[in-house]
């Protein structure tokens, strides 16, 4: 083992740009509210390094959803797990005194390994202002493919430090849509209510809702939707919405206050190393090995898989390759890490028996964002809170089925929009294949598939605008572009239950490969997805540790 010294965010990437914003270029200056109280740190997940060569009992790849939940449950059930993860441990504070930064002040530590960052609302009033920044193994990838960019958590924790943190419960009523193969029943009197109460999901309180200031932008949408016939809802969250009172008021340092969520919060949400990895850590029998990049997963020569895995630093080079020996091996990488590992394991022959439908079945939950100008009497408020708590449900009507988040959009000047992110029932779904030529992996997803999208979330926002006399706006996602139809946040599938795995996640011609994360879900979940990931985590862990640890 070379260099294994097990970095932290530290100083680089952080703090190099000042404290203008994103809306600088258009030539605004933000003017946010800046608290001077001194910054707590965070309580840090310890880590610890994996050694070459070492013999382990279980090895997680990718510490998101699908890996806490199964390191939690495995070490609760007295067994011993490594979780290695891509991603740093997000637990020190940069030169600003702050682990993560904020939506309007992008530095290094907002993306994975890019010079310019990549915003899914790029251009403001025409002109683009992405910005450029130093290169670090920052929190939000926006892994670029033919067709579709598609962003994901990095670091300890997965996509629950980037996340919006709405923690929705699909309908039962469309549940044999999502994971035909799975008893519903058990999902909604067990798994469901196992996976909320785990993530600390909590509701806003609907009466200060109603006056929050910071909230001005979910009724609005939510009047402008209920004008026109729709149905709105309240969504759950994993923020801690008791310390965003706090923040309102100005007796706590200010996050979701803050422009903070895509790139991290500092404070008030309970992501997964708040939750079921501080709960799997503090069994005594898990331990988390971050910036280590899984390459390969073989039969090791006697029982046992051997894992090949790249140490890297924050600049993404490789300080250091491993292999160790695991007896079980539990992919947890995400939908698109895990499917580009197995399709790679499956075409170079380090596991050539994965069945061909490995790859396939691959949706974006019928990601497609967009934006309305409101009239001038519908502000939406300079202060905005980056934690959506509402929805508009239109997944009933079977002429485009869609559930719309009234999402933020959190520039620190009044801009009157409302901006949405659909999830619509795309039926689209895409294939990942291998790349003999590049070594690396690619998805076929076309643009133009998410014209389905599209023509589903329409069918809100037309009569929305056609009621309000009001417009999309055009200049948020590119040059007189009106959808945010290129990028997407809930990628789903590629490894889909019941099809390449048997219905718990086991890789069937390989005993003792497992996967459980969002790559089982085959392309959809009706709603935002990672209350289902972890339920369905829950359920799939059970009966393996019932079933394979006799
Ligand atoms: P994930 O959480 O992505 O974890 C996979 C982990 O594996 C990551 O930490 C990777 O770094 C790591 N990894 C990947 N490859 C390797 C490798 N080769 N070796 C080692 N480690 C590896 O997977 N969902 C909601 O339900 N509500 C929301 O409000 C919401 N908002 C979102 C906002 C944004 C900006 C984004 C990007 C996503 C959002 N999502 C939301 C989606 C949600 O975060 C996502 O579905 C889950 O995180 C997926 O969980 P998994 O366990 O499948």
Known sequence: MRGSKTETPGNAGAGTFGRRGFLAATGVILGSAVLASKVKVANALPVSPI?????????????????????????????QV???????????PGSDGKIFCNMLNPDGRSFWLRTKTSQPVSYFMGA????????????????QFSQIRIYQGRGVGGGSLVNGGMAVTPKQQYFGSILPSVDPAEMYNTYYPRANANLKVNNVDQTWFESASC??????GRKTAQASGFTTTFVPNVYDFNYMKQELANTAPRSALNAEVIYGNNYGKNSLDKTYLAAAVATGKVTITPQHVVTKVAPAAGTGYTVTMNQIDTSGNTVATKTVTAQ????????????KLLVTQKATGALPNLPSSVGTGWGNNGNVMVARQNQAWDATGSLQATIPVMGIDNWADSGGRAFAEISPFPAGI????????????????????????????????????????????KRIFDPINAKQATIYRTDLFGLYKTWGDDFAYHPLGGCVLNQSTDNYGRLQSYPGLYVIDGSLIPGNTTVNPFVTITALAERNIENIIANDFK
């Open 128 to 143: 683009p202002y992405d910005k450029t920044i130093p290169s670090y193994t920052g929190v939000l990838d926006a892994e």
């Open 414 to 457: 009044e801009t009157f929009a409302s901006l949405y992110l659909a999830i619509t029932d795309n039926p689209n779904r895409a294939t990942f294949s291998y790349n003999s030529g590049t070594g690396g992996v690619d998805l076929n997803w076309q643009q133009a598939w998410n014209g389905a999208g599209i023509t589903a979330a």
């Open 328 to 339: 079980k091996v539990f992919f947890a990488a995400g939908s698109v890490g895990t499917s």
């Open 51 to 79: 050694t070459d060569g070492a013999q382990l009992p279980i090895l997680v790849i990718g510490s998101g959803y699908g890996g806490a939940v199964a390191a939690l449950r495995l070490a609760s059930a007295g067994q």
């Open 215 to 220: 909230y001005q932008f979910a009724r609005v």
């Open 82 to 92: 490594a979780i290695v993860e891509k991603g740093m441990s997000w637990s020190a």
